[in-house]
């Protein structure tokens, strides 16, 4: 039986590690941290719930039942699992997510050292993406390529970040904004929502699953067990860099103005702290940041897109890179404005697709229990994406009365409803037709 070696599953847990940490993963953690000020911890928490959390569950959900969506959604049948999947890659690969990463890239780390044009955004994504292309043709080297070579580099930045920030704060801690005060683990889960990492997961487990294999380890219970361990060194690791981004924001409001974003907290901390040297620092830590998620999302479309179609790996690599290289000049505010109520309506889906894949490995019949709440979760997201796309009244009656409607939790109680009936009805059906 084929194993790794220690090393190669460290590559792999930081391979894991550098695919999840984009751009958004960066900024909305000091951000929070600003705002929540004295009650950054239990924000933190609830960040780390659905940041670090959930995408963990995703993927030891996946890691049981083979490393990819499609056996996750298995119980909804074919087609309705292959929509399903083809949203979940095109919502986080080449319409949204991927070029995303080369905008807040650009913006965050690129505008501050060069004067903003389109000429420079066009220059730059071009160079990008090159490098994009080049790594995601490669897949069976993405541990080399990115687990041992870029990930180092993106670390030591970041150490040097978080030590910044632990030992040496602008200032001290803030007092909470008004939201944060009254429902600091409330705000914190939310915000851990932004960075979309359980939808990432969804699509990096097969990246993690085929990187293990491109290994020779074909044994399925072996495959799992690595996916989890790089999984959860992950998670350890997001965590830490978490945590240090929350101190630095909610010890720098005296360098930024109220309701600072994530990018101006960042880049003020570093001026502050390392002058132009620190700029450079900053603009090294998002591109590699952004480079390495890009490069998992467009492999795993790859490796979808050519399995589900007639298509080639390599095929679908250039024609997706050459996409997002186009879409991302469109900008960072058209890019949002569209990919938020497509994201906000497959949210529900995704976590009810994890939790139900966790629970539902040894029932007999889970097509039973998915479909109906899958279903709820569906008609709740449509809901959600249309409100945030402004087609509907966000203060619908009936659905403002719902239990954490506030907190663009609605459709969570009815998800849950229709969990227990969906069980009890194929208990009762079961044990008629047993006792029949």
Known sequence: ????????????????????LGAGNIIFPPSAGLLAG?????????????????????????ARVGGGIQELTAPLGKYPGLILAILVYLSIGPLFATPRTAVVSYEVGVVGLVEDSWQALLIYSLVYFTVVLCLALKPGRLVDNIGKLITPVLLLALVILGIAALLFPAGDVSEAASAYRENPLIEGVLQGYLTMDALGA????????????????????????YTITASVIAAVGLALVYLALFQLGATSSSLVEPGANGGQILAAFVQYRFGTAGSLLLAVVITLACLTTAVGLISACGAFFSREFPV??????????IFCMA????????LIRVSIPVLVGLYPLAIVLVCLGLFLPG????????RPVMLVALLFGIIDGLK???????DTAWMSGLPFASLGLGWLVPAIVMLVIAIVVDQLRYGRLRSA
């Open 202 to 225: 969804l699509v990096f487990g097969v990246v993690i699953t085929r990187a293990i294999r491109d290994r020779q380890v074909q044994e399925t219970h072996v495959v799992t067990r």
């Open 363 to 370: 029932w007999q019949r889970p097509q039973n229990i998915m």
């Open 388 to 394: 945030a796309a402004g087609f509907m009244d966000r």
């Open 1 to 20: 039986m084929k194993t790794l070696s220690p090393a190669n599953i460290l590559a792999l847990g930081f391979m894991t590690f550098a695919l999840f």
């Open 38 to 62: 004295e009650n950054m911890w239990p924000t933190a928490l609830g960040f780390l719930l659905t940041a670090v959390g959930l995408p963990l569950l995703t993927l030891v959900a996946l």
């Open 327 to 334: 879409v991302s000049n469109q900008g960072l505010d058209s």
């Open 312 to 321: 080639s790996y390599e095929q679908v690599v250039w024609v997706f890179t």
